[in-house]
């Protein structure tokens, strides 16, 4: 069985490490100009964007698996509850605005600064912000974290649940007719990005379930079923501002998830993605900073094959954005430990 103490399920290390370098790998791609000579793999590499949604979906069940059963039996303390979500993520977070503002001190948004540092930033009017624009996933979940409370009211019940997910797939419309309408489309909406949560919180309470009925399945069939259904996801076209969008990418990662807590796979589950998904956020956060940095070595300009600069640029990248998460994160875990014990 894929899980471990706690209610901790070890393969999602994997998925979270599967989520943050593909994103990694599709903004380097991006921002080069797409160099690869493969369409095809060109594409691919685009539609990693999405994997942001699997985030999502990762962040609505780990924490219905950490606080659901605290929350529903009133046994939390908002305080610690509140106070551990800024801990674990304002100090990276604002490491990286004081870069970014140091860099673009002549342009920054000092408005987009302060609203930064407050992580409440997604509920500004425009969501399009001057510094760390990646954050912008960060803001969404913040916005879930001050939710959460009701979050947990909403799925209380199965009954209640499987209501909820109706409703956000009609907000998911809704936002989707009117970008539609306006002519200009954000895909940083809390409301349109809400069913991933939601769909996350979903296989938190059938969780037991599926895994009785999905264990005794032999991995290759799996592994065989998720290539199938991903090449089905990604041949079928759809405008990606449009509820089909969302309702097969969260069928598609929804799916990943089931298999993901059911079977046991050393490929998700390992010491290398065990590590990696500790700093998988930081290393979302902070690659295009590692990646302005490298660019600056013009390294791209030196070598004639497309596919090979991609590959040496990539490989820098995640190298380099790995040694600065992993080290900026224990620098700010020793510096938090420090004031803890002088406050005593």
């Known amino acids: 069985m894929a899980i471990g103490s706690n209610n901790r399920y070890e393969n999602l290390d994997g998925l979270k490490v599967i989520a943050a370098f593909g994103i990694v790998a599709m903004h380097v791609s991006s921002n080069m100009g797409h160099p690869l000579t493969s ?47 800024f801990e674990k993520n304002l100090p990276f977070f604002a490491l990286l605005v004081c870069i970014d503002t140091l860099f673009s001190i002549k342009t920054v948004l000092w408005r987009d600064v302060f609203s930064s540092l407050t992580m409440a930033f997604n509920l500004m009017p425009s969501h399009d912000m001057s510094v760390i624009g990646v954050g912008w996933t ?17 799925l209380s019940t199965k009954k209640r649940a499987w209501f909820t997910v109706i409703i956000c797939y009609i907000l998911n419309w809704c936002c989707c007719n009117y970008y539609e309408s306006v002519g200009k489309t954000d895909g940083a909406n809390f409301l349109f990005l809400s069913i991933y949560f939601v769909i996350g919180g979903v296989l938190y309470l059938y969780k037991d379930y599926i895994q009785e009925k999905v264990s005794g399945i032999p991995t290759f069939v799996v ?19 449009s509820l089909f969008f969302t309702v ?72 380099l954005t790995i040694v600065f998460a992993l080290i900026a994160k224990r620098v700010i875990d020793i510096c938090f430990r420090r004031l803890k014990k002088a406050e005593r």
């Open 138 to 154: 960060l803001g969404v979940i913040f916005v879930f974290y001050f939710m959460f409370p009701f979050y947990i009211f909403l």
């Open 39 to 85: 369409e095809i793999a060109t594409n691919i590499i685009g539609s990693m964007t999405h994997f942001v949604k699997l985030f999502l979906i990762l962040s609505g069940f780990g924490m219905c698996c950490g606080y659901y059963e605290k929350f529903k039996s009133g046994k939390v303390n908002l305080e610690k509850f509140y106070i551990r979500r």
């Open 223 to 241: 592994l065989l079923a998720t290539a199938v259904i991903t090449m089905v996801w990604y041949f079928i076209p759809a405008n990606e501002f």
């Open 248 to 319: 097969k990418t969260s069928i598609l990662f929804a799916i990943w998830v089931i298999f993901a807590i059911s079977q046991p796979m050393k490929l998700l589950e390992n010491s290398v993605t065990k590590t990696l998904s500790q700093v998988s956020l930081e290393v979302y956060l902070s690659h295009m900073m590692i990646f302005r940095v490298v660019e600056k070595f013009g390294i791209a300009d030196r070598i004639n094959n497309g596919n090979i600069a991609y590959i040496v640029v990539l490989f820098l990248t995640i190298i």
